[in-house]
């Protein structure tokens, strides 16, 4: 996540807490100073991470929710602290990014965004006989977590993507056998999003029955943090993804409906392991008789 971003996110719930909103909820943590127990700080950290499943975890530090006031911690114990706090987790811990940021003058709130993904996060007890635990956040308690609830991290936990239509784009020329189709879709997705071009299709309907033909296509999105591999697009935060499709079309199928209103309708379907796109071009009109054929006919170039 974005430093920027980061702090955006918790200045907004540093303001809930100082309005006395419910803001200490299973992903977010005020503490009023750092917490001297390490192995209850991994504890908790543990439970939380393991709570949110894969979005966005924060312990903002040098916050009293409730007393509603901001106190302030130092920044700098940050990298003698947070060693002892991970020797407690057994195999992996969450990574971390963090920004401080002064609310007040001499008065600097750290924040701790944890990354949730790699889940299960397993607690070192240091106890006989159960020296493991899998913690888990309910609310403002930390507990052992339960079997569907570890059944729950082992399984992925996918959301379907949003998006809209930015701008969008197509062309059939009486001249040329081509129709072409171009657009800008813009996904909003907060997990890496994989778009691979064999699951996916395009495709373009037209003409009173509906006649379907198959549209080339490829796409790139605008953002630096992509990665095409084998033909396979990644995306990793909010971007806008760029779509060029064409196919060659036979003219004859047209002739009838080039005195028409033309309307573009343009669709996206995402599944669970697919994508695809597709363009409607349909008439306002009823189509011309014969009569009118005819004269088309003699009249065209």
Not at 50 to 78: C, F, H, Q, T
Request: overall charge negative.
């Amino acid at each position: 996540m974005l430093k920027q971003r980061l702090e955006l996110n918790a200045r907004a719930a540093i303001e809930r807490a100082l309005e006395g909103a419910q803001s200490e909820d299973s992903f977010v943590e005020f503490k009023t100073q750092w917490p001297i127990d390490h192995g209850k700080a991994a504890r908790q950290i543990a439970a939380l991470c393991n709570a949110a499943r894969g979005s966005e975890a924060m312990w903002i530090v040098g916050v009293d929710e409730k007393g509603r006031y901001v106190k302030g911690a130092p920044a700098e114990e940050l990298s003698s602290w947070w060693p002892k706090v991970e020797s407690h987790f057994d195999g992996v811990a969450p990574g971390l990014t963090t920004v401080a940021f002064d609310w007040a003058p001499r008065r600097t709130v750290v924040v701790l965004s944890l990354q949730t993904d790699n889940a299960p996060y397993v607690f070192v007890t240091k106890k006989e006989p159960y020296s493991r635990e899998i913690p888990w956040r309910s609310g403002e308690r930390t507990r052992s977590a339960r079997r569907g609830e570890v059944l729950e991290l082992l399984v992925p936990k996918l959301d379907m993507p949003g998006w809209e239509f930015v701008s969008a784009r197509a062309t059939l020329s009486q001249h040329s056998p081509t129709l072409r189709f171009e657009g800008d879709l813009y996904l909003e997705t907060n997990q890496p999003l994989s778009l691979p071009h064999h699951r996916c299709h395009s495709y373009a309907t037209y003409g009173l029955d509906s006649e379907t033909v198959d549209l080339g296509f490829s796409f790139r999105t605008n953002t630096r943090d992509v990665r095409a591999v084998e033909r396979v697009v990644r995306v990793a935060e909010p971007s806008v993804l760029h779509i060029n499709a064409d196919t060659d079309v036979e003219l004859d199928a047209f002739q009838d409906l080039w005195d028409l209103h033309w309307h573009l309708v343009l669709g996206l379907g995402l599944s669970g392991d697919s994508i695809s796109t597709s363009v409607r071009l349909t008439t306002d009109a009823v189509p011309p008789n014969q009569f009118t054929r005819r004269v088309w006919s003699a009249l065209k170039p």
